[in-house]
């Protein structure tokens, strides 16, 4: 399976703040995701991470309150911007591989209280 | 569009009770199926997945799920439940035309000693 790093795990921040997730996948992704999963809830995606162009987002997800980047293959960040209560949330960074039974990856996850 | 439906948001079950979460999904095509299990603190796990072989899948820590067409089922089971299973477990759908996934909602399974 392949192998997913995320940081920071756990982050406590201020209201009006920003805060960078930072997701390190091996060779073994090509397709590269990012969720929310809000308290007792199940995942939402928020976009497609596309490599050397802008993100593919879902719709009530834009791109001036998440920006993604992902310069290469193996690498990508999410940015929660001008955060507010209701984006506390965790975080997580999955990834596809290039086999066609479509399996996604998961990282640990980014826990996100804004207070 | 797939959906997946989790029936029962909670569940519980003693310690050494059969382990049952309910899953259904809507496809027009045959999907792959997937369970993945997420325990406190972390992401999530893939547990088992089902993608067009045996109808019946055994996964890691004892769970097993099987695939049943005819009910648009993929309930996920497990003998004896472990202390160690509390956890939220989600079904999910793939759909290959469209590389789309989708999540159910997620059942929380509590084991009581």
């Known amino acids: 399976s392949a192998v997913i790093s995320q940081k920071p795990s756990r982050d406590i921040c201020q209201r009006g703040t920003s805060l960078t997730i930072q997701c390190q996948v091996d060779?073994?992704?090509?397709?590269m995701f990012w969720y929310r999963q809000q308290p007792g809830q199940s995942l939402t995606l928020i976009a497609t991470a596309n490599q050397g162009s802008e993100a593919t987002y879902e719709s009530g997800f834009v791109i001036d309150k998440f920006p993604i980047s992902r310069p290469n293959l193996t690498f990508s960040t999410l940015t929660v911007s001008n955060m507010s209560p209701e984006d506390s949330s965790i975080y997580l960074c999955s990834g596809q591989g290039a086999g066609n039974t479509g399996e996604l990856f998961f990282g640990e996850g980014s826990r996100l209280t804004v207070l | 569009a797939q959906s997946v439906t989790q029936l029962g948001s909670h569940v519980s079950v003693s310690e050494g009770a059969l382990v049952l979460l309910r899953c259904n999904y809507s496809s027009s095509v045959p999907p792959y199926l997937f369970w993945y299990v997420q325990y406190p603190n972390q992401g999530l796990q893939l547990l088992l997945k089902y993608t067009s072989a045996a109808t019946l899948v055994k996964g890691i820590n004892g769970f097993e799920a099987e695939f049943k067409k005819s009910e648009t089922s993929f309930h996920l089971t497990k003998p004896s439940a472990h202390m160690s299973d509390a956890a939220e477990y989600f079904c999910a759908v793939f759909s290959p035309t469209g590389n789309q996934f989708y999540f159910g909602t997620g059942t929380s399974l509590t084991v009581i000693p």
């Open positions: 060779s073994q992704v090509t397709m």
